[in-house]
């Protein structure tokens, strides 16, 4: 990996270490090597941002946090299933209230059809309310002989190819954290003020075109409407349904904006990113003596560590010893991104070796990242085929193993638009010239994701 030089990257000064109070430990990581950071040191508006950033609510709450350990520890004993999805990269401009209820009610149907199809309790998380941050292969991007930084999120800088907007803006932090109020707000509202009653499931799939997918949704839609007709004869009570949990989760990539929303809860003086429940290091910062591993090894909240199809069983067990040394369940979750081709020989060694070590990790897949090609006529895609042969692996590797296959992580979008091939209602390259909208990695549509779930669905069903 290579690592930008820590006098470039992290600032010291006095407002970069307000957030939360001192913690034993917690600014050890503005010593370490980090990749991946803004270069916005000497921006005369970066120690504003850091200072407002530092006083502002928390976005999520630290039992909320607590809640959702509890969840994820059942999930790695193999009594749940974590269902994570979301965009690639959020937008300031794509945070309206109809593409959010779009996204969550996508994901509230994919949920719908693991429960009922597996019969398992699914734990239901956005990629929302703070992936606004990417880490990029390259620093620079160059367009008809110009070169200016890479775009790196909106939290970073603008998409749009001109110096003013890729210029790195501290200020963008602070919006950043308002947008995701203003998501979390509205997803808490969807979630918890019926419109997530699971005896609204016909009404999720209205305004979506009609495809196979769907038909196949509406089948199993009737089908709980009959089991709920059934309760309702014998008298249950449906408090139950008409709320669901749902937790935000993003890549803590920009370590000042994490650390400036770190909070020490007065119920345990231990400090909690309240930036968001769940929080991942991605295959380009997980080093294990970098500045991400081991910020995030000082906050509660449950941590996901992105593994390629280049680590090695003792890079794993490292990462475990550093996050997670009191082998907590709930803590600690592995995300694969091996690529179809690699799932079924460079995942079994990494299981055996956690499972024989006694640690009881949560294992996800991620059978996006290691998929990505580039099309014909230059787009960045994937082939939903390899997507789903990617899933396919995951599950057959934990099937031999006699593991359990936690969850899945998805980059996905609740819009219908085009950017992975394939599908039961194909998608070619030639809609992406109207329907590509991602403005990093692509997604699945509507359709896609529902397709997926009804595969991962009959999966976990086949464990039973």
Excluded at 43 to 50: F, K, L, N, V
Excluded at 232 to 242: I, N, V
Excluded at 243 to 266: G, K, P, Q
Excluded at 336 to 345: H, L, P, S, V, W
């Amino acid at each position: 990996m290579t690592y930008t030089p820590v006098d470039n990257a992290v600032d010291s000064s006095s407002a970069a270490r307000q957030g939360a109070a001192d913690y034993p430990g917690l600014d050890d990581w503005r010593s370490l090597p980090i990749a991946q950071q803004p270069s916005w040191r000497d921006h005369p508006g970066y120690d504003a941002a850091i200072a407002e950033l530092s006083m502002v609510p928390p976005l999520v709450f630290a039992g909320e946090v607590d809640i959702l350990r509890d969840r994820l520890a059942a999930a790695a004993q193999g009594k749940a299933f974590l269902l994570q999805g979301g965009d690639c990269a959020e937008t300031f401009d794509g945070a309206t209230a109809d593409k959010i209820s779009a996204r969550v009610k996508t994901i509230l149907q994919m949920a719908v059809v693991l429960t009922y199809g597996a019969s398992l309790p699914v734990i239901k998380m956005g990629r929302m309310a703070g992936q606004f941050a990417k880490p990029r292969s390259s620093n620079d991007e160059t367009r008809a002989g110009q070169t200016l930084p890479a775009y790196r999120g909106d939290m970073v800088n603008g998409y749009d190819f001109t110096p003013e907007s890729r210029e790195h803006n501290p200020a963008r932090m602070v919006r950043a954290y308002h947008t995701s109020a203003s998501t979390l707000n509205l997803i808490r509202a969807f979630t918890q003020g019926g419109f997530a009653d699971l005896r609204l499931v016909h009404h999720w799939n209205k305004g979506f075109t009609s495809n196979p997918a769907h038909s196949r949704y509406e089948s199993l839609a009737r089908e709980i409407d009959r089991a709920v007709r059934f309760m309702d004869a014998c008298g249950a009570d449906f408090e139950a349904l008409k709320r669901v949990e749902f937790f935000a989760s993003h890549e803590a990539l920009l370590l000042d904006y994490e650390r400036a929303l770190t909070r020490i809860d007065s119920r345990t003086g231990r400090p909690y990113d309240t930036s968001g429940h769940f929080l991942w290091i991605g295959e380009r910062t997980r080093d294990l003596d970098s500045a991400h591993v081991d910020f995030l090894s000082k906050v509660r909240n449950p941590i996901g560590v992105k593994l390629g199809p280049n680590t090695k069983p003792e890079d794993a067990l490292a990462l475990i010893d550093k996050l997670d040394p009191e082998r907590e369940p709930g803590r600690l979750t592995f995300i694969t991104r091996m690529g179809a081709q690699n799932i079924r020989e460079k995942l079994p060694p990494l299981v055996e070796r956690v499972t024989a070590s006694g640690a009881q990790v949560l294992w996800v897949t991620d059978p996006m990242h290691g998929n990505t090609v580039t099309s014909p006529n230059g787009y960045k895609t994937r082939n939903f085929d390899d997507v789903m042969d990617e899933v396919r692996g995951f599950f057959e590797v934990h099937s031999s193993l006699g593991t359990f296959p936690g969850g899945l992580h998805v980059e996905m979008t609740g819009d219908d638009v085009a950017e992975c091939l394939g599908g039961a209602d194909p998608v070619d390259q030639e809609a992406f010239l109207e329907g590509y909208e991602s403005v990093c990695d692509p997604r699945l549509n509507h359709m896609q994701s529902l397709e997926m779930a009804f595969l991962v669905a009959g999966a976990l069903s086949r464990k039973d």
